[in-house]
């Protein structure tokens, strides 16, 4: 027995039905759209908290300190030979008096051939080179501008700051102009490298954003004073990763008079020439081994001996073991001890003496 064949529908029938169906659906189906739709009535948000207040007025108060620093270098074209300019890094800074001084990192400035310094008010000035201390990461720079433009930042104390404190830090990072981040200090006495490899002390750890393009920019207390300026990030990716550091105040204080002073920072010495790392480790020595003394210094006064040789052999001279009791067990430590102080204020060197210890005051001098 065969099986009855259905009636063929033709194609035609199919495509009516889908276009009734779309027809009903359309006909039917709530509107998306309302003619009449009007704006939503805005809520009163009533005042501002008092800590949102003092962010936003100690923004506006200290945001006119903040320079944003470009630096550009001088190329040469391969086929033209002519000279072009090229930026080639940013930065951040801040204005330190009402004469035209700019504060900011060494490592922002270090390798520009011109430097720009654009204001609050989008003025932009050519910034000269006042002087360096890259063992700091410090810089200072000059710009013509009138008094009127210039708002020098309130400097505040690094000495009395405690874990847990508000800070703010204002800069310019990735190019963005006057961005405000917010944090706490982390961590106080941090050590960082500087680019010249020198160990930088006294470091403040916060974990306000500091991207590329902060450094050299302030870091403030809730007061609105200069606490740092943002030096670092410590992140693989270069990006803020919550750990970011600033040179303290306290140093900075320091170091910028003596910049403006003398173009440079006039480092404490001893007047003695001392073993590097690698004989010091040769000779199986802990501390600092005194090579020479120069005639007519401090240490020569105070009866510093040096390194002889004699028909007999080498006859080291004084190991300088500790300064003012403190323990200083290479070079770096002892520089570090010593650029504590003045060129001179005077010091007790502890010296290791053919096996003996001793004690000797020595006043200190200005290294070349």
């Known amino acids: 027995m065969s099986a009855k064949k259905l009636p063929q529908v033709p194609l035609y029938f199919w495509l009516l039905l889908a276009v009734g169906l779309w027809l009903a659906?359309?006909?039917?189906?709530?509107?998306?759209?309302?003619?009449?739709?009007?704006?939503?009535?805005?809520?009163?948000?009533?005042?501002l908290a008092a800590d949102e207040q003092a962010t936003i007025e100690l923004f506006r108060a200290a945001s006119p300190s903040v320079v944003y620093i470009t630096s550009i270098a001088v190329r040469r074209n391969l086929f033209s030979l002519n000279l072009y300019e090229i930026p080639q890094g940013t930065g951040s800074g801040m204005i330190w008096d009402q004469q035209g001084r700019i504060v900011t990192n060494y490592h922002v400035i270090s390798d520009a051939n011109r430097i720009e310094v654009t204001l609050a008010d989008h003025s932009t000035w050519k910034g000269v080179l006042v002087g360096a201390a890259p063992d700091r990461d410090l810089a200072v720079l000059q710009i013509s501008a009138p008094a009127a433009k210039l708002q020098?930042?309130?400097?505040?104390?690094?000495?009395?700051?405690?874990?847990?404190?508000?800070?703010?830090?204002?800069?310019?990072?990735?190019?963005?102009?006057?961005?405000?981040?917010?944090g706490i200090v982390s961590a106080l006495n941090r050590e960082i490298t500087s680019v010249t490899d020198r160990t930088i002390q006294g470091v403040i750890q916060t974990d306000a954003a500091i991207n590329p393009g902060n450094s050299g920019g302030p870091l403030l207390d809730s007061a609105g004073r200069l606490i740092g300026v943002n030096t670092a990030i410590y992140s693989p990716s270069g990006g803020s990763a919550g750990v970011?550091?600033?040179?303290?105040?306290?140093?900075v204080n320091r170091v910028v008079p003596e910049i403006i002073r003398s173009g440079r920072v006039v480092r404490p010495g001893l007047g003695v020439s001392l073993a590097n790392p690698d004989l010091s480790r040769r000779l199986d020595?802990?501390?600092?081994?005194?090579?020479?003394?120069?005639?007519?210094?401090?240490?020569?006064?105070?009866?510093?001996?040096?390194?002889?040789?004699?028909?007999?052999?080498?006859?080291?001279?004084?190991?300088?073991?500790?300064?003012?009791?403190?323990?200083?067990?290479?070079?770096?430590?002892?520089?570090?001890?010593?650029?504590?102080?003045?060129?001179?204020?005077?010091?007790?060197?502890?010296?290791?003496?053919?096996?003996?210890?001793?004690?000797?005051?020595?006043?200190?001098?200005?290294?070349?």
């Open 25 to 47: 659906y359309e006909t039917f189906r709530p509107s998306l759209h309302d003619r009449d739709a009007t704006p939503r009535v805005v809520t009163a948000r009533g005042d």
């Open 244 to 251: 970011g550091f600033a040179v303290p105040v306290s140093e």
């Open 152 to 182: 020098p930042i309130t400097i505040g104390d690094s000495d009395t700051l405690q874990v847990g404190q508000r800070v703010f830090a204002i800069g310019n990072p990735f190019g963005l102009d006057q961005t405000l981040t917010t």
């Open 285 to 368: 020595i802990e501390g600092v081994l005194i090579i020479n003394v120069q005639p007519g210094s401090t240490a020569d006064k105070a009866g510093l001996r040096g390194t002889t040789q004699t028909t007999e052999g080498l006859v080291l001279g004084d190991v300088i073991v500790a300064v003012n009791d403190k323990k200083v067990s290479d070079y770096n430590g002892l520089r570090d001890e010593l650029e504590r102080f003045q060129v001179g204020e005077s010091v007790t060197l502890i010296i290791l003496r053919d096996g003996v210890e001793a004690r000797l005051p020595v006043q200190l001098e200005a290294l070349d």
